[in-house]
């Protein structure tokens, strides 16, 4: 069975720091390009950034080029966001997913960014 | 960006009944080498991540019954679910995996 679990999702200030990670089993982590997208409470999917399977290429939404930092370890099968400078409307539901198409996604896991 | 326009935002439909949820994409989706459209389809119920209904427009994903179909016309994409199940209730988004940045549809509310 396939999981994907996100953790370090949390409540900071605007301007603050947090990194998410991804941990995941029952896939061949390296054979997936992977992903983050974001979901607002009671809003709509936005796609952040994505990985390749050998980490050397990344893309972001233009919204967090700079401030987010996707990174990924082929050994212990995880990824890691590296967001900084959040900004309020960076708040929402990170979910890691895993596929070209999008095949497999986790539970999710809350990022709220208020002073 | 690619945007992607689903209509309508919600609907209610029986039990036992055809739901039929529309997106329209502002740019071509398919390369011209190829006769895929890059459209995925999701279903998102209550508490739940996104799960992938279709791929290609109309390729089923592993487990997702033959009640779920897609089809095509130009830069107009639908999701067809027969006979309603409650199951079903749920909302759906469709999404263009053709051009970065990903870009998802509102979404649709599916009600009974």
């Known amino acids: 069975e396939v999981q994907l679990v996100e953790s370090g999702g949390a409540v900071v200030q605007p301007g603050g720091s947090l990194r998410l990670s991804c941990e995941t089993s029952?896939?061949?982590?390296?054979?997936?390009?992977m992903h983050w997208v974001r979901q607002l409470p009671g809003k709509g999917l936005q796609w952040v950034c994505l990985?390749?399977?050998?980490?050397?290429?990344?893309h972001y939404i233009e919204s967090v080029k700079g401030r987010f930092t996707l990174s990924r370890d082929n050994v212990k099968n995880s990824l890691s966001l590296q967001m900084n400078s959040l900004r309020p409307d960076d708040s929402g539901l990170y979910y890691c997913v895993a596929g070209g198409i999008f095949d497999h996604w986790g539970q999710g896991n809350l990022v709220t960014v208020s002073s | 960006d690619i945007v992607m326009t689903q209509s309508p935002d919600s609907l209610a439909v029986s039990l036992g009944e055809r739901a039929t949820i529309n997106c329209e994409s502002s740019h071509t989706v398919a390369f011209e080498s190829s006769d895929k459209n890059y459209i995925a389809w999701y279903q998102q119920r209550t508490g739940q991540p996104p799960r992938l209904l279709l791929y290609?427009?109309?390729i089923r994903e592993s487990g997702v019954p033959d009640r779920f179909s897609g089809s095509e016309s130009g830069t107009t994409f639908s999701l067809t679910i027969t006979n309603l199940q409650p199951e079903d209730v749920a909302v759906y988004y469709c999404?263009?995996?053709?051009?970065?940045?990903?870009?998802f549809g509102q979404g649709t509310k599916l009600e009974i």
């Open positions: 990985i390749n399977r050998d980490g050397t290429t990344t």
């Open positions: 290609w427009a109309s």
């Open positions: 999404q263009q995996y053709y051009a970065i940045p990903y870009t």
């Open positions: 029952g896939l061949s982590f390296g054979n997936f390009t």
